[in-house]
């Protein structure tokens, strides 16, 4: 009898610890390359959940919808999304902001509008009747801030275009340009970064128009049911990770140069833009 015991506590015992430490979520979506098949954010997440002592799984959403609704459903869970949705979420679901990455030195990014080498236009206003590409339509760099400069010159998106193509991904976008099915788009410029280097022969494919921004880069954010200790771990390891050395590594083929921390007020440049919109 002691033997069965024994026997059927050894059985359970996996279940029992992984009931004490769940695994939580690290949600990216828009924000890397590969998406759905990073091993870079997959190290990351790793490197997040050991410095901080708060398992994460990673997770890939298919939209920014799509994470905001992974945190409304989980929100005990971390994800790296988009300025637009976290000031939406952060007022409609008490998303907590957490860290913001620095990119070139600065918290800060601009919305490219990119087209083929060897094309007249010179403007985004030039592309009136043409293929609009963007990502998503809650991506600040990718239709929020190319609809905002629009509505500047009393152009509006919707109507604006022939057709506007949502690719998902600002690196579908990229593609949907170098295969000739999109006249123009308008892309994150950290993302432009990372896709040249990836793909270096799109380089001499491709050329920047105009720039829009800066904006506060894309964040860091939790749950509204992460504990403020977690919060607080989180950024100390968020801080810290520039002076680690697996943080560095990991920094470094990110293309960052750290993390910094910032109010919710850091966005509010975002929510001018919305409610001009």
């Known amino acids: 009898m002691p033997r069965m015991i024994i026997s059927l506590l050894m059985f359970f015992m996996p279940f029992i610890t992984h009931a004490e430490s769940p695994q939580h979520t690290l949600v990216f979506s828009g924000v890397v390359l590969e998406q759905g098949n990073n091993a870079l954010a997959e190290r990351f997440t790793k490197w997040l959940s050991v410095q901080v002592n708060y398992p994460l799984l990673t997770q890939y959403a298919e939209s920014y919808q799509s994470l905001s609704d992974s945190l ?18 952060y007022n409609s679901d008490g998303q907590q902001l957490v ?12 919305s490219l509008v990119v087209t083929r080498v060897g094309r007249q236009e010179k403007t985004l206003a030039d592309f009136e009747g043409k293929v609009f590409a963007y990502s998503d339509a809650r991506s600040n760099s990718g239709f929020i801030a190319p609809s905002y400069a629009l509505k500047q010159q009393e152009i509006k998106i919707q109507s604006y275009f022939r057709y506007l193509m949502h690719t998902g991904l600002h690196e579908y976008s990229l593609e949907a340009l170098l295969a000739g099915q999109a006249d123009v788009a308008n892309i994150d410029e950290y993302v432009l970064v990372e896709y040249f280097k990836a793909h270096p022969e799109a380089k001499a494919k491709l050329v920047v128009l105009e720039k829009f921004g800066p904006f506060p880069f894309t964040p860091i954010v939790a749950g509204k049911q992460v504990s403020g200790k977690i919060i607080q771990r989180l950024q100390q390891a968020l801080l810290g990770m520039s002076e680690d050395p697996e943080g560095i590594k990991i920094l470094k083929h990110l293309g960052l140069d750290g993390f ?3 109010p ?7 929510v001018d833009m919305l409610n001009a919109l």
């Open 72 to 89: 409304r459903e989980h929100p005990e869970s971390l994800g790296w999304t988009c300025g637009i949705p976290f000031i939406q979420d």
């Open 264 to 270: 919710p007020s850091f966005y509010q440049p975002l």
């Open 99 to 110: 860290a913001v990455p620095l990119f070139h030195g600065k918290p800060t990014y601009h």
């Open 260 to 262: 910094v921390l910032k």
